[in-house]
């Protein structure tokens, strides 16, 4: 999630703004898969496929197979099928992508774990291909991947920052972690997603003031020329190219209204906002579906501590979900999810 504490001043990874210390604590390393409660037969899964299942990160509270007691289980990466809500573990990790097939799961277990791939429809055990940190993000036509490894740079303790807060490294590399070549992306700018025609990366840049919580989008080749600004004001981060390549959706932050998705074209032009944070009730992520004609959202409630600041204390209390609605916004409605509970869920999904 956006801005755990203050509403003014975030100063989160643009890779990973949501609720670190929630994330750390819910990573998990084990590199198993098998089946869960809920699991869709075959039929469902190949009807799932026609559909696309989503893929995100989450901690899940449910009764296993067999047993009486319920059980909570952290950092998940599952796949749901939209429509039933039925899901399948996949592997323990986070901030994955998968290829544009559907076949293969790349992600994170953390900056110094590397990226690693599991097939999303065979069961093997994942397998680390890179030593490089950073969330993987495909090519388009599945060959190769980029990802940006991130610093934080210090700061000196009560003053405001004259530079960007971090300093990034973009690296190409096969499908399968080899010939890694780094790329002349801005040390400002980390990469969010991959344009359809292979043509264009769209950033998060922290090249603007005020540094480590400003962060603006970019579009730019993916050789680092022809740069463009999108968007102006707030921390805007979450970025992803429509299917079409017409359209980038985002998600942008003000101290006075929060949350909000917005959807832009690529050249900046006509943005509006499709989902605002309303009362506590709060958007933090969204991602398309195959076709771009829908959305799915992250959500989650805010609390109010002692000083009336909006924050996420207790997961449990927080009602992670996930939302549909159509890709303008209208026709939203909570997915359910078939015998499991949300206790937390990540902001950087995906839709294949």
């Known amino acids: 999630m956006l801005l755990p504490t203050s509403r003014s001043a975030p100063g989160l990874s643009r890779g990973s703004i949501v609720a670190l210390a929630a994330a750390a604590l819910f990573a998990g390393i084990l590199p198993t898969i098998q089946p869960v409660p809920g699991q869709a037969p075959a039929k469902a899964q190949a009807d799932a496929k026609s559909k696309g299942r989503l893929f ?35 592997a323990e990790g986070n901030a994955g992508r998968v290829s544009p097939d559907g076949e293969m799961l790349l992600f994170s277990r953390g900056r110094e774990s590397g990226i690693w791939d599991v097939d999303t429809r065979q069961g093997n055990a994942p397998a680390k291909i890179s030593e490089k940190g950073g969330r993987p993000i495909w090519s388009p036509d599945g060959k190769h991947i980029v990802t940006t ?88 981060c979450y970025a992803r190219f429509s299917p079409d390549g017409k359209k980038i959706a985002y998600t942008r932050q003000t101290a006075k209204e929060g949350n909000s998705i917005w959807v832009a074209d690529v050249d900046g032009k006509n943005a509006r906002e499709l989902i605002k944070e309303e009362n506590l009730a709060s958007p933090d992520s969204a991602f398309w579906s195959p076709d771009g ?31 549909i609605m159509n890709a303008d916004g209208s026709n939203r409605r909570e997915m359910k999810l078939a015998g499991a509970k949300f206790v937390f869920v990540g902001s950087l999904g995906d839709w294949r």
């Not at 700061?155 to 780094?182: H, I, L, Q, S, Y």
């Not at 959305?295 to 996930?322: C, K, S, Y």
Request: charged share 30%; glycine share 8%; net charge neutral.
């Open 293 to 323: 004609k829908q959305l799915a959202v992250t959500m989650f409630d805010w609390t109010l501590n002692e000083q009336g600041r909006r924050t996420v204390g207790d997961p449990n209390d927080a009602n992670f979900r996930i939302a």
């Open 149 to 236: 490894e991130q610093e934080l740079l210090p700061k000196e303790e009560g003053k405001k920052r004259t530079k960007p807060a971090w300093k990034d490294e973009t690296w190409k590399m096969d499908a399968d972690g080899r010939n890694p070549v780094k790329l002349a992306i801005p040390d400002t700018d980390s990469v969010q997603d991959w344009s359809p025609d292979g043509k264009w990366f769209v950033t998060c840049s922290d090249r603007h003031e005020p540094y480590g919580h400003g962060y603006q989008l970019y579009v730019m080749k993916t050789d680092g020329t022809q740069q463009r600004r999108l968007t102006k004001g707030g921390l805007n």
């Open 56 to 90: 995100i990160t989450a901690s899940l509270r449910y009764k296993p197979d067999g047993q009486d007691e319920e059980v909570k289980k952290h950092g998940l990466i599952i796949a749901i099928d939209p429509v039933s809500g039925k899901w399948t573990k996949l």
